[in-house]
């Protein structure tokens, strides 16, 4: 690797979902990269990476989200994105939906090359391998498919998580496999979703965690609800927030109190 | 929400609660060898970039594979047949079968004679089959189609087979373990293999240079079925052609290990030409019906990654939506991945096109896929044209479009996200939604987490007034 460059501007993609539900992890993102020696800025004309639409094939309508995106993220040195799903969405599909407008591919593959999911990015380009947090739990981390596929996001968030002091990691079996929420598909498809997840939550009750964390806050909501609703006593986190110390500040998803 | 017809098999397939043990007793099996396979394997990666390469090489010059392949076949005496639809494809058998006086004919597993409806119309003409494949044996005896491409009795038990065999065979014994099952059918085929007048196979690989026909089996029954009969029949696609010999032992190295973790099958047989003089046995007459059935159209429309697949099952195997709702959900010959980017092609998108949706892209499919199928990628590309066709429900169309509307204008996204929070919470009690209006697909099994009190981007900007 080379030298981390000095002091990088990082544009913060924050995603839809981190928008209105869990708006810690975009302040753990901020801390984390602010720790690891970037300046954060948060764009104000962004909304959301288009997957719905793209993964329910109008492509005219990313096409125009994605314009969006290119104007206003294309002065960063990276773009970060606390999400795998969306992260590869930025990395691997932009460039593909302008296929017939040389310009705004190169300006999207440009864009693309600088776009990171948040631990990856912190791992692989800050080369950070430590993080000033502690945690007094257990945890199993559910390798969220885009992120895991798209991004190679595996080992980066389970080496910083051995650095949290007190942390436990207990992995579940089949922690690849897909918890069943895939965007439109948890709503288009429940009946199939739903077994899909309760596998999944069998799988992540085995492991004896107490606490679930993952990259991705769709996958966390689908695996949370279902947690919930099977009455089970695990908590569920994304992995920003246990990563960035800030878990006495917010309670896991969906608990009462959530001050945020 | 999703077409009737799917939605009900997918209901009856999750009611089943056979089935998924069914499933995941041999998936799982499949998953584990398939992995130990690869891991001792060093060279995978390789093996399968050449894999990907020579079907891709293949498909890009397939006219000239097609005619060296007819070529040297006729060369080695077999009679060479073209068939552009499964309807033509049938009739060529059917006439051939009729020609030869049959009255009935054996039949090896393949996939390519469910996908043209072969058993169906070997029926109509009243000639009767009987099928080889101890799979395909237990699958005829329950009148069900397959429902893996590898296994196709794999939603069958086997109490379930048990059950048959002791309804049908004449002399079944106790049926006590698997052993005494497969000798019971053993003694049911045997005189019927060599009672038929015609046989009838697929191929695993048509080798252009020497004009030959590769099957591959683990029990041995293709060969009984293509040797004794007076006449061998071989259905297969136009994209199972192969330049070399040596090409097929590539792709059959990746075959075998990702369809059950072996490392060779346990019968492999090169079929050129009928009987020679000086050969000790063969059929007399040796047919080869070469079937387009809309793969052509694939070429032309975007799918020719499509034709590289092996058919090797992997993808079914690792699927987490197959795994839940099993082949016969699917509602085509071919299941899973795979299924659901062939289906379209052969029964239309209209009314299949649940298929390409009901996935979460997780992208495990293309992972394990041991010539690279970028499989999300062609679904997601049967998405488009569904949405381009106006095939996706109102209720789809209407809900993406207020999203667009908002989600292209910032300015209002913030206000109106703002709404929506404050609108959501009064459905929460302590942090969770149980019921909401418009979210039972989400609500009716899980709960739904509160969204937050004001937006992130509203936090910010108290926070960062600057921001
Ligand atoms: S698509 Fe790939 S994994 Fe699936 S059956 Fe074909 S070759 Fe095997």
């Not at chain 2, 079937?291 to 195997?317: F, I």
């Not at chain 2, 009314?351 to 009901?358: F, R, V």
Request: with cysteine; proline share 6%; hydrophobic share 45%.
């Amino acid at each position: 690797m080379s030298a981390p460059q000095a002091r990088p501007r990082v544009g913060l993609f924050v995603t839809c979902l981190v928008d209105l539900y869990r708006p810690t992890v975009g302040f753990a993102a901020i801390r984390l990269l602010e720790q690891a020696g970037c300046q954060v800025e948060v764009p104000r004309a962004q909304t959301c990476c288009g997957q719905p639409a793209y993964n329910t094939g109008d492509r005219a309508t990313s096409r125009d989200l994605a314009r969006g995106i290119l104007d206003a993220f294309g002065g960063f040195d990276y773009v970060v994105v606390p999400s795998g799903s969306c992260g590869g969405m930025l990395r691997e599909h932009l460039p593909h939906l302008f296929d017939d407008d040389p310009n705004l591919k190169a300006r999207a593959a440009a864009l693309a090359a600088r776009s990171y999911e948040l631990v990856a990015f912190l791992v692989d380009v800050r080369g950070v391998s430590v993080v000033d947090a502690a945690y007094a739990g257990t945890v199993t981390y559910h390798d969220s498919c885009a992120g895991l596929r798209e991004l190679g996001v595996k080992d980066q968030p389970r080496r910083l998580l051995g650095s949290v002091a007190g942390l436990r990691l207990a992995e579940m079996a089949e922690p690849e496999t897909c918890c069943g929420f895939g965007g439109t598909f948890c709503v288009k498809y429940p009946a199939i979703s739903t077994r899909m997840v309760a596998d999944k939550t069998r799988d992540i009750a085995a492991s004896g965690a107490d606490t679930l964390l993952a990259g991705d806050l769709g996958c966390l909501l689908n695996m949370a609800g279902r947690l919930k609703r099977e009455a089970s006593p695990v908590r569920s986190r994304h992995v920003a927030e246990v990563l960035a110390g800030m878990t006495d500040q917010v309670p896991p998803i969906g608990e009462a109190r959530e001050r945020g | 929400m999703t077409q009737p017809a799917f939605a009900a098999r997918v209901d009856r397939a999750l009611a089943d609660p056979d089935l998924k043990r069914a499933i995941e007793r041999t998936t799982g099996t499949a998953r584990s060898k398939r992995a130990a396979a690869v891991a001792a394997w060093p060279d995978f990666a390789a093996a399968r970039e050449l894999g990907r390469d020579i079907k891709d090489h293949v498909t890009a010059n397939l006219d000239h594979y097609l005619l060296t392949f007819e070529r040297n076949a006729t060369a080695a005496g077999a009679i060479v047949h073209w068939a552009r639809t499964a309807q033509e494809a049938c009739d060529i058998v059917v006439g051939i079968c009729k020609a030869a006086g049959a009255a009935s004919v054996t039949r090896a597993k393949s996939m390519l004679g469910e996908e043209i409806g072969l058993p169906h119309a070997l029926a109509d003409a009243g000639i009767e089959r009987v099928e080889t494949d101890l799979a395909e044996h237990i699958i005829q005896l329950a009148g069900d189609p397959p429902s893996h491409i590898v296994w196709p009795a794999l939603h069958k038990t086997r109490e379930q087979v048990a059950a048959l065999f002791r309804a049908h065979h004449h002399d079944p014994g106790a049926l006590a373990t698997v052993a005494a099952m497969v000798a019971s059918a053993r003694r049911e085929l045997r005189r019927r293999f060599m009672a038929a007048d015609v046989g009838i196979s697929g191929a695993n690989f048509l080798i252009a240079d020497t004009g030959a026909v590769c099957t591959v089996t683990n029990e041995g029954n293709a060969e009984l079925t293509t040797t004794p009969p007076r006449v061998h029949i071989v259905t297969a696609g136009i994209e199972k052609l192969v330049p070399s010999t040596a090409h097929a032992m590539s792709l059959l190295r990746l075959l075998v290990r990702s369809a059950t973790g072996a490392e060779v099958t346990q019968y492999t047989t090169f079929h050129c030409g009928p009987r020679r003089p000086g050969d000790a046995d063969g059929p007399t007459a040796f047919h080869i019906v070469l079937v387009d059935n809309g793969r052509s159209r694939m070429l032309a429309e975007g799918l020719a990654e499509m034709l590289r697949c092996l058919r090797c099952g992997a993808c079914l195997n690792h699927c987490v939506v197959f795994r839940q709702i099993g082949g016969h959900a699917y509602g085509g010959t071919y299941p899973g991945p795979m299924g659901a980017v062939l289906t379209p092609v052969l029964d239309g998108l209209a009314g299949t096109q649940d298929l390409p949706h009901a996935c979460t892209l997780n992208g495990q499919c293309q992972e394990v896929c041991p010539v690279a199928i970028p499989l999300p990628t062609l679904l997601r590309g049967w998405r488009e044209r569904s949405w381009r066709e106006g095939l996706e429900p109102g209720v789809v169309r209407g809900s993406l479009f207020a999203w667009r509307f908002l989600v292209l204008r910032p300015a209002l996204y913030r206000p109106a996200t703002a709404l929506a929070l404050r609108v959501m919470r009064l459905f929460a009690r302590r942090g969770w939604i149980a019921r909401m209006p418009l979210a039972g697909g989400w609500t009716r099994h899980r709960d739904l987490p509160s969204p937050a009190r004001q937006t992130f981007m509203a936090q910010l900007r108290q926070r960062r007034p600057s921001a």
